[in-house]
């Protein structure tokens, strides 16, 4: 017999949304038809009430679109383990769940929803919802420039002096040295140059070649200084990517009506999460159908890995992305929640080698000096290991069709290297992953012709 | 940017420009993008570091190699596994374990005529290399790309060298005491003379505690050849614990000298007499202590630790150092009639003891060791031991009697679990009994041990008595604080028929 199979997910999608590991072993937990007195689902979403501690039964309820999810319980982890336990039992048990109508509380909240993207889409369309008086704007955008300003002639005349006077001393200075510096660039609302500044701290620590990425670190410190005190001669995308890194948010008002906008199907071919000071940052990477354009969500979370709107590696969403201003566009916002969501066959649109990659890279910086990831969906590439002797940590490269080779990032190659030669078997396959300033390929997914399309993702630990 | 540049740019900055001046020149284009003469030093410093670091990201030359690439896998083997719900259910049954349940996934999969998805067998192969229980079993699944796979990777070499006996002579030129032990074990089997003669090289050389732990190998097919290295060991070597052992593994040899003499001095502790018409047989231990007992390791004295008299300590000494064979032999009494007679004496301590030592020490039929622990004699550790001396049917009724006298539940359902007997459904259902009466108990409270045995306990039930829920005592006083192990062990139960349902699997 065919089972029918409404979900768009695998059950490692499902993993991958989990907001860490105990949540996904609690959601496990869960996939037993005895503790669910009623599940149901359509090829829209699946509901259930799950029998919690409580006398009252929890309602659960999963849209497929996006995905969604909604539930009565009272945790605050997003996804609950109700959801993903009720995902879990639609992807691996669709047999234990009756297929039929939704009951009421399911059908008005997936009608709310609907609702609610339609309004949203129609409230961007409209544009700004106040006419915004351009004179406070222009004296706003003046008060915060000058404030940087001064915090740039305190970050330029620190380096001038380090610079003057020599680093030599930098192994035996104490963290304060940076840290005090770090903070004041928040004060002086530059937040995006705390890191970059307290990332010094970290340089002596780096080996031998220290000071010369110090140097580049410094470098890169100073062209945007630089850029600062020409901002109003610049154009507005470089403008914008200027903002970006020193942390000045372009509003999403101000994305609606500058940037670019594209309706299209998304493939979602990637994410990576990263972690400081308990936010979590999520980049997720998109890929238009038709368009071709790759695209970069940036999502932030604070406290755990739980965010608005579930992306899921290996799904394709149709919706609309507004690009924001650049030089080099790559980031985008989804304009409303996807309006459908079905699993991706293959990625649309790939790279032939690694020299097409690189000279990409290169013309995207040439726009933009500050880009930091660059998406590669490389075509026809074989992984290799390179076993460099006992105790030593491997070396993992792709290779081309050309003999060109690419090295991957260890951190991500020591976790799913094996997993993607395995994948391979020594074939060419579709790599995808994020290239950075670092010269090291991240890596994110694969697609193969017979195991069709894998990501390589870690749960975040509880 | 080359390194000699970086080094330049490197050592003007680590200085201060306060006293290097001078910068290191970019290519004649970067240069005009960098330079501004007018501005200070430490500016065009900052400035020259910013280009040479950007351009240096973006024109990277990447590597590129002439060689020929690496044989391939074979493309898409058959047998894989795609199965979506299989697929998922196994990646969760690495995640999650336990091990067993790792192990039996394997064999369900192989029993099938399936390998494991290839994403799947780095998780599998680790898991292998983490718990050498596991390769047998990962390595049948692993499939045509598994072997493929594994011979690249250092640490998952054991699939190269499946089936063949790891023997290698490094092990014993180079391995650590463990090491050569095993070595020396394995060598036993093919050439025990020649691992005997390896022996004897070493011994001069090695410690007293590595004397006895090396030495331990000669219980590996124990023969006549060995006597005169154990007498002479006996004899002379420096450690009591080395001349001990020498004397345990010399009364395991009933026609050595030393067995002999053995026999020698209980015969005549052990007479009959005439009662009524009746012959009985009677124990009395020697009236002064032998002449010559000294030389085989029997001590006059017994150490402070135990509570006997000096003819009982004697007796209990020569009984563990006799043939246990020379018993039947002598008196014509089956083992089960010498244990019960011997308890009736007025000597029972010694002898049983005695008696009980000779067994653990010496490979022995199993109608001693059914008979010894029958006794209770043995402490359970010792107990345990023995039990895999007996029948199948004997082993699991031996189990199920050490569980009174086992020092905690848990100890006892470790070494179940581990006992390489079947578990029929009689057999878990008594054990089941056990760990609901323990639940009703308080040490049950703290008993986090018994709570992660649990779900590797479900994978040791046989799947016919799966079909009836283990009846839990949800109204036990510490039941709450068990709730989730024993989720964990029904998840586990679940696990295993589901995953022979989906493989159609009559396992």
């Given amino acids: 017999m065919m089972q029918k199979m409404p979900v768009p997910f695998s059950a490692e999608q499902v993993t991958a949304l989990a907001p860490d590991t105990a949540s996904v072993k609690a959601g496990r937990g869960l996939t037993n038809p005895a503790k669910w007195p009623t599940l149901g689902c359509n090829d829209e979403a699946a509901w259930g009430e799950c029998q919690g501690s409580g006398s009252k039964p929890y309602q659960t309820q999963v849209d497929f679109t996006g995905p969604g999810f909604k539930c009565s319980c009272p945790s605050r982890k997003f996804p609950c383990k109700h959801g993903l336990g009720l995902l879990f039992m639609a992807v691996d048990r669709p047999g234990s769940l009756k297929e039929g109508e939704p009951p009421d509380w399911v059908a008005a909240w997936l009608q709310s929803r609907r609702d609610k993207a339609e309004k949203k889409a129609a409230a961007v369309e409209a544009g700004p919802k106040a006419p915004t008086d351009p004179e406070a704007t222009a004296k706003r955008v003046a008060k915060r420039l000058s404030r940087m300003r001064e915090g740039a002639e305190d970050l330029e005349r620190w380096m001038t002096d380090q610079i003057r006077h020599g680093i030599a001393a930098w192994p035996q200075q104490p963290r304060a040295h940076w840290q005090s510096l770090a903070a004041r660039m928040v004060d002086y609302q530059m937040p995006g140059l705390e890191k970059e500044v307290s990332a010094l701290s970290g340089m002596p620590y780096q080996g031998e070649r220290w000071p010369a990425m110090a140097l580049i670190q410094m470098g890169r410190l100073h062209t945007r200084l630089e850029a600062l005190r020409r901002f109003e001669s610049l154009e507005l995308p470089l403008q914008s990517d200027l903002r970006t890194v020193l942390g000045w948010a372009v509003d999403k008002e101000e994305v609606a009506t500058a940037g670019e906008r594209i309706t299209d199907d998304w493939a979602v071919l990637g994410q990576e999460f990263e972690e400081r000071e308990r936010l979590w940052e999520r980049r997720t990477w998109l890929q238009g159908r038709q368009s071709g354009r790759m695209a970069l969500i940036l999502d932030f979370s604070h406290g755990n890995r739980a965010f608005e709107i579930p992306l899921v590696p290996g799904t394709v969403i149709q919706t609309e992305l507004l690009y924001y201003p650049s030089a080099s566009p790559l980031r985008a916002l989804l304009n409303a929640p996807p309006a459908s969501t079905s699993p991706l066959q293959r990625p649309f649109k790939t790279t032939p080698d690694v020299a097409t990659l690189l000279q990409d890279y290169a013309a995207a910086l040439g726009a933009n ?32 069709n050309q003999g060109t080779l690419l090295p991957l990032h260890p951190f991500t190659a020591g976790r799913h290297g094996w997993e993607l030669l395995a994948i391979s078997g020594g074939h060419p396959l579709t790599v995808i992953g994020e290239w950075s300033s670092a010269g090291t390929l991240k890596l994110l997914a694969c697609w193969h012709e017979e195991e069709g399309f894998c990501a390589f993702q870690e749960t975040a630990p509880a | 940017m080359s390194a000699p540049f970086w080094k330049q740019l490197s050592t003007a900055a680590l200085l201060g420009t306060a006293r290097t001046p001078a910068l290191p020149s970019l290519p004649q284009d970067l240069q005009d993008l960098a330079l501004d003469e007018s501005s200070a030093p430490e500016a065009r410093l900052l400035r020259t570091a910013a280009v040479a670091g950007l351009a240096q990201i973006a024109g990277l030359q990447p590597a590129s190699t002439e060689e020929t690439l690496p044989e391939p896998a ?10 979506p719900q299989v ?28 390998s494991l998805p290839h994403r799947l067998l780095p998780t599998y192969f680790d898991a292998a290399y983490r718990s050498s229980a596991l390769r047998d079993p990962v390595l049948k699944a692993a499939g045509s790309r598994g072997a493929w796979l594994s011979a690249k990777n250092r640490e998952w070499r054991f699939a190269a060298t499946a089936g063949i006996d790891e023997i290698d002579i490094r092990q014993w030129e180079e391995g650590d005491v463990a090491s050569r032990t095993r070595y020396l074990q ?11 003669e ?34 002479n060991l006996l004899t002379s070597d420096r450690s009591k614990e080395v001349r001990t052992l020498a004397a345990r593994l010399l009364s395991a040899l009933p026609q050595s000298a030393f067995a002999l003499r053995m026999q020698a001095r209980l015969q005549p502790c052990v007479t009959t007499e005439k009662k009524l018409f009746r012959t009985h047989w009677v124990v009395a231990p020697p009236q002064s202590f032998p002449t010559d007992a000294a030389q085989d390791g029997i001590e006059e004295k017994p150490p402070g630790s135990v509570r006997v008299g000096e003819r009982a ?40 003891q005695g008696l009980a030592e000779a067994v653990t020490l010496q490979d022995t039929d199993p109608a001693w060791i059914h008979a010894i622990i029958n006794a209770d004699v043995l402490p359970p550790q010792e107990a345990a031991e023995l039990i895999g001396g007996l029948d199948a049917k004997d082993q699991r009724e031996a189990w199920l009697k050490l569980a009174s006298s086992a020092p905690s539940l848990t100890w006892w359902l470790r070494l179940v679990m581990k006992a390489p007997i079947t578990w029929d459904t009689a057999f878990w259902l008594a054990v089941e009994k056990r760990i609901i009466a323990h639940l009703h108990t308080d040490a049950a ?13 479900a994978c040791r039930i046989p799947m016919a008595a799966t079909s009836s829920p283990t009846p839990w005592p949800t109204g036990a006083k510490h039941w709450s604080s068990f709730e989730d192990a024993a989720h964990r062990f029904q998840q586990t139960l679940e696990r295993r028929s589901r995953l022979r349902r989906m493989l159609n699997s009559k396992l």
């Fill in chain 2, 313 to 352: 300590w004697w007796l209990r000494q020569i009984t563990a150092r006799t043939p246990i064979a020379w018993w039947t032999a002598h008196t014509g009494m089956t083992p089960m009639e010498l244990v019960l007679w011997a308890a009736k004496t007025e000597w029972k301590d010694a002898l049983l």
């Fill in chain 2, 87 to 114: 697929v998922s259910l196994l990646a969760q049954i690495a995640t999650e374990g336990p091990e067993t349940l790792l192990a039996e996934a394997c064999q369900l999969l192989a029993a099938a005529g399936q």
């Fill in chain 2, 445 to 457: 409270q703290y008993d986090y041990e018994l709570r992660n045995l649990l779900p590797e306990l």
């Fill in chain 2, 198 to 231: 390896l022996l004897e090289k070493t011994l001069a050389q090695e410690s007293a505690r590595d004397r006895v732990t090396l030495l331990g190998a000669l219980r590996t097919r124990l023969s006549p050849a060995d006597e005169s290295l154990l007498q």
């Fill in chain 2, 74 to 83: 074979a493309p898409s083997p058959q047998d894989v596994c795609r199965d």
């Fill in chain 1, 369 to 400: 000096p500050w880009l930091t990831q660059y998406p590669a969906v490389l075509a026809q590439v074989v992984p290799l290991h390179r076993d460099l002797g006992p105790d030593q940590p491997s070396q993992w490269l792709l290779r081309d």
């Fill in chain 2, 186 to 196: 394995a060598l036993r089997q093919t050439d025990a003379d020649r691992a005997r």
